[in-house]
């Protein structure tokens, strides 16, 4: 089995960073895709960033230019580095394991979610 454990969620200014780990355990494929969501209370979850086994990036509008997503796959652990926060960015923040075994169809494995807050 895959699990996907999550932290570094905590309240903080705005303008100011923080910074999500995700660390990830049991069998990992070589071709996965790591992703972040996040959720706003009475909104849909959105795609933040996602980063490919190959190293391809993508970020959501919002956050282009102020988060980045990077990995250890030595570790297995894939990193959010928020900075210029801004209180719309408070919400629970999920990552996403998609693991390719076939190399033709992912399988996905959230964690459990942590909670970023930012105040005015």
């Known amino acids: 089995q895959v699990q996907v454990v999550e932290s570094g969620g905590d309240l903080v200014q705005a303008g100011g960073s923080l910074r999500l780990s995700c660390a990830a355990s049991g069998s990992i494929a070589r071709n996965n895709v790591v992703a972040w969501y996040r959720q706003a209370p009475g909104k849909q979850r959105e795609l933040v960033a996602s980063l490919t086994s190959g190293g391809s990036e993508s970020y959501a509008d919002s956050v282009k230019g102020r988060f980045t997503i990077s990995r250890d796959n030595t570790k297995n652990t894939v990193y959010l580095q928020m900075n210029s926060l801004k209180p719309e960015d408070t919400a629970i923040y999920y990552c996403?394991?998609?693991?390719?075994?076939?190399?033709?169809?992912?399988?996905?494995?959230w964690g459990q979610g942590t909670q970023v807050t930012v105040s005015s």
């Open positions: 996403k394991w998609s693991l390719s075994y076939s190399g033709l169809r992912y399988l996905d494995y």
